[in-house]
């Protein structure tokens, strides 16, 4: 059974492209100017971020203490440390969902995580290696981790797999470590993998230790150019990296950091999966597609 967008009554649905992180609107409201006043007060360097997903922020901001122009915001700012932190944390955005978007998700489990267990079988290579870049409180690894495990059942034989997740927010590792999730956040979940991968706690949907296991969560931030890739995976060579829905929240050149560091420990013919809006960053910057139907990309093998 395909996985529709809620088909199951566990929650609300938000359309496609209404969700929280939908990507940048048109510019508004000054951001470089109000950035620089952001930055220089806190220390921050927030340069890397799109000009358009700024001035949004900036605007609702704005509204929301009812300041008529970006000048009086400005000024607002430069006076309120506690409004530069609401701005600051208006920027981070860490919604995600299991099997968030489902198409993608339908073609790792029917096409591309099948190839990847017969080539490594075939070339008697360890494990597959995934990577999580920007997991947020852990949906998006645990998802892969559920097929992998699923793939081991219907061969009937193990599939050795490691699943590394990162982000730079620490607070969301910590969610993820703890594997709570509230009904939303397994909307596009089969019925029958609710049963098996989930147990309640409330109610909360809590993964199960066999999921959870396979994943090892760490603090990385994909902009710092220190190492090609995250420590503790130590030397990268991915077979599957998922970086989805945070690259349209950089403008060109903190996506050319990010882009460099996947293709450098992506293993030859390993995958990079984004999210829907992010599939011409991919193109524009060169990665082969690896299906028309979703932002699915192969690296040269
Ligand atoms: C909108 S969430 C997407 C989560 C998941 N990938 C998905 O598609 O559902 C973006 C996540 O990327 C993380 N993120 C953004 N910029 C990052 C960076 N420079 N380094 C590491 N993580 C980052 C955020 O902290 C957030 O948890």
Redesign the pocket.
Known sequence: MSRGRRNSSLGQLSAPGQGP?RGPDPPNDQPERILRTLSEGNGLDNFMYDEAFLGRAILRRRQAIKLPDALSYNEFLLASPSEALALRESL??????FF?NPLTFDLLEHRILNGLVERKESSGAPEIRVWSA???AG??PYSVSILLQELSEARQRPVPFRIFA????ED?LVLARRGEYDAAAVGNVRWRQVNRWFTGRGSAFVIAEGIRDQVDFSV????DERGCCPPASIFGEFDLI?C???LF?YRSEGRRIILNKLRSCLAPGGYVVT?EAEREILLDAGFLPADATAPIFQGRG
């Open positions: 992180d981070r955005i860490h919604h995600s969902e968030r920007g997991c947020a949906q998006e990162t982000d730079r927010a969301q990385y931030d994909l902009l998922l989805c829905n945070l929240y999210g």
